[in-house]
């Protein structure tokens, strides 16, 4: 496995809590990724994501578009994001690695963060923007700008297209694979762990295509449904965190443990909270046919290969929740406008071709679903080297 370009640890100076950066690889000198805060975070982790974040650069690249696919990185601040002292640290964290930021590396919201606070932590570590390090290969700076911030302020039922689309993504991801195994939309059920920014998008998008919720974890433990539950209820019920105050359950809505959601009597499996949440004990309790990894790394590897052996297909985070990362860049390079009908109908069309790409291959060569996203990255990277320059 190759090593990335950096590896850097940092550790804060007042709390003691760590950082940490890691830059798989360059295209034309920049490269992209989200930065994320939680409790147990590690470099490991991080590493691991930032190798997909170049997987993901390279799946969605198009020769016909304006977006120029980017290398891969990530960060990351071991900290529970309630904690106090969590604002504080994370200006710290961005103030020590302006230099990156600057010249190189391009981030956002992930896991634990929104892009408000990173956009407001930004600014006060002294950096001009989250995503400086693009703008000299914009032909336009100021329209691109300004065409992403109108996209940041479209709003679609009360919430935030950057919210959204990543969601749509997802749910298309899945759609994709119950069309091409004759599955019908009604009737299917659906269990999502997660009610944030990716699991309550991919929440709505999947019930308004007809299949049914019957399950969602937060924080508190799981709530479940046979009959499906009602997702725009518990969407407007849920806090910054995406956990649902029970008042607004139904009468027929039952509370369950925290991991009830893996054993749910469903079709569709969505981990869309934190990373390695199926490992090699738990997925034995998974009973659906389809686990779609919206959230970072949920699978491991050894869970994987027994879950394949089972019958079990998982859809890879990769290809599966690329859409955030992809619409960033289609709206900043042009591709699209700040318009919600167009970014849906873009990404919809994106993750639908690409899924159909992955999961063609993967019964052309027998293998998973990962392995054939893996492979079409890999032929991709030859070709954006040859037109864009040397990775590193």
């Known amino acids: 496995m190759a090593v990335p370009l950096l590896s850097l640890t940092w550790t804060d100076d007042i709390t003691g809590h760590q950082g940490f950066l890691v830059i798989d690889r360059l295209v034309r000198g920049v490269c992209s990724g989200g930065l994320r805060m939680r409790a147990g975070c590690t470099l490991d982790e991080v590493t691991g994501l930032a190798r997909g974040m170049s997987m993901k650069e390279a799946l969605h690249y198009d020769p016909e578009g304006r977006y120029i696919p980017l290398g891969g990185a990530k960060g990351g601040i071991d900290c529970d994001p309630r904690d106090p002292a969590a604002y504080g640290l994370l200006v710290r964290y961005l103030r020590a690695v302006r230099p990156y930021i600057e010249s190189f590396w391009t981030t956002g919201e992930d896991l634990g963060l929104s ?119 518990l969407l407007a019920a849920r806090d910054a965190y995406g956990t649902v105050d029970r008042g607004a359950l139904r009468s027929g809505d039952r ?41 970072n790394m949920p699978v491991l590897p050894e869970a994987e290969a027994l879950l394949a052996a089972r019958g079990v297909t998982v859809l890879p985070d990769v290809v599966v929740n690329s859409g955030t990362n992809a619409w960033w860049w289609w709206t900043l390079f042009g591709d699209i406008g700040p318009d919600a009908a167009e970014a849906f109908a873009h990404t919809r069309h994106a993750m639908r071709t690409l ?36 990775y590193r």
């Open 255 to 295: 509370e369950l443990p925290g991991d009830a959601w893996l054993s749910a009597d469903a079709e569709v499996l969505v981990p869309a909270a934190v990373s390695y949440a199926v490992d090699r004990e738990n997925q034995e309790r998974i009973t659906a046919r389809w686990v779609v990894e919206a959230a």
């Open 355 to 390: 899924t159909e790409r992955m999961l063609t291959r993967a019964e052309t060569d027998g293998t998973t679903p990962r392995a054939a996203a893996h492979a079409i990255a890999a032929d991709r990277h030859p070709v954006i080297v040859e037109r864009f320059g040397q």
């Open 115 to 233: 892009q408000d606070l990173v956009d407001r932590a930004a600014a006060e570590a002294g950096l001009v923007s989250s995503i400086q390090a693009v703008y000299p290969l914009l032909d336009d700076e100021p329209a691109a700008r300004r065409r992403l911030a109108d996209a940041f302020a479209v709003e679609v039922d009360g919430i935030g297209l950057d919210e959204l689309v990543g969601g749509c993504g997802v749910a298309e991801a899945a759609l994709t694979a119950l069309d091409r195994a004759g599955v019908p939309y009604a009737g299917t059920r659906v269990a999502v762990q997660g009610l944030g920014t990716m699991g309550g998008a991919t929440a709505r998008f999947l019930a308004r295509a007809g299949l049914a919720v019957v399950a969602v974890a937060d924080l508190k433990g799981t709530i479940a449904n046979p009959a499906g539950l009602d997702v725009e209820a």
